[in-house]
Structure formats: C-alpha cells, structure tokens
C-alpha cells in the first residue's frame, strides 16, 4: 500500500484494521435524550469527553429541557460549568441554542445540518454528530483526533480542512459504515494515535503512516 494518498480500497483497508482494534467504538459522552446530546456535545468543543460529563449532570438536573435552560441566569449556568474550557462563552451559546430551540422549534432538536448550524455555537463537527447518535443520520464527523489520524495515514490531504476531510472519508466509506466510522477514528486518535506520543512501536497501520518514523527517533 504506498504511503501517498489512499484510493478508497486502501482507505477501507485502513479502516477495517481500526475496526478489529476498537470494534464497540461508541460515544462517550452521556446523554439521555436528544436536547442532552446537543448541548454535550456543544460543551465538548476544545474540552474532553470526561470533563464535559462532570459538569453536565447538575446542569440537566438544574435545567432539563430546553424551556428551563432558556430561562436561566448567565451567571448560574457559567458557574456550572466553568471546570471546562471556554465556559462563560460556552454558557452563552448553550442558553441561546435553548431559546431558540424553544421557539421555533417546541423544545425539540433540529434534524438538518442547516438548521443545526444556525444555532450558536453549532458548527459542522457538532450537526453531524448530532444527527448520527440522536437520528442515526449519516455522516462522519471530523473533530480534532479524526483529522489527525485522517493525514498521518494518508486517507486524506494534508492541507485538507474540515468540510474536505468529511467529504473525503464519506467518498471513500460506504454510507452505512460513516458513524461506526466516526466513532473508530476518534477512539484510534484518542487511544492510540495520540496528538503527542502516539503508540507507534505497537501500530498496525505503522507501515501506512507519513510520520511515524519521526516519533521513534
């Protein structure tokens, strides 16, 4: 397989040996329902999994639907989740996403890319995750660790951004595979293929990686 860009049949290759490392990939933050789902992941921007679900129990029990949580005072919601990064601005978007998704649309989440991403601080990483764990809507989700994973092993440009790193990987992927996808990737780059000191020596895909080799000098 060389180590240039991958056609689709070696990015599937790839993808299958992810698969055997972390078959029951799935995602870690909690949630109970769909309103939850949104605002986690909206709080996990730039923060892990694990932080987010240290501050989220309080602010359900506290507010547990969008009509409660549009009425909250700033202060309180900040002082909630202020363990996490970017937490007064975070508190802004999440009470903001909470108006509007009481009135217009009942209290309910959206079920479009669109209409997800006019809700503040809601971009493309965020809608498509949404959409795959709350609707099981398909699409992979390009956060921190897929695109570092998604270069080092050649499935996609190196200058690629995010909106040509999903279409990369949806074009090379069969649709059905793209959440299973989604979450493999991130649990790879999270457990595995790490930002700092990837786990080279025991990498299976070692062979197939572009930078591999400058971390076991």
Wanted: aromatic content about 6%; hydrophobic content about 40%; glycine content about 6%.
């Amino acid at each position: 397989m060389s180590k240039q860009l991958k056609n689709a049949e070696e990015t599937q290759a790839i993808l299958k040996v992810i698969a055997e490392m972390f078959p029951d990939a799935k995602r870690e933050l909690d949630a109970n329902n769909n309103f939850e789902l949104l605002i986690a992941v909206m709080l996990s921007a730039q923060t892990t999994d694990k932080a987010v679900n240290k501050v989220t129990p309080e602010l359900f029990k506290r507010y547990p639907d969008a009509s409660a949580l549009a009425g909250a005072p700033l202060t309180e919601v900040s002082g909630l989740i202020s363990r996490i990064g970017m937490y007064n601005t975070k508190a802004k978007n999440i009470i903001n996403t909470a108006k509007i998704l009481r009135d217009k649309y009942g209290g309910a989440v959206p079920e479009t890319v669109p209409e997800l991403m006019e809700l503040p601080g809601v971009g493309l990483k965020t809608a498509t995750v949404v959409l795959g764990d709350a609707f099981n809507i398909p699409g992979i989700a390009v956060d921190t660790h897929v695109e570092r994973v998604s270069k080092r092993l050649g499935l996609v440009r190196q200058n690629a951004n995010i909106e040509q790193i999903k279409s990369a990987l949806e074009r090379k992927t069969p649709k059905e595979d793209w959440v299973k996808t989604h979450h493999r990737l991130i649990f790879f780059g999270r457990y595995h293929c790490t930002a700092k000191r990837p786990n080279c020596a025991n990498c299976p895909l070692f062979d197939e990686c572009l930078v591999g080799e400058n971390y076991l000098r």
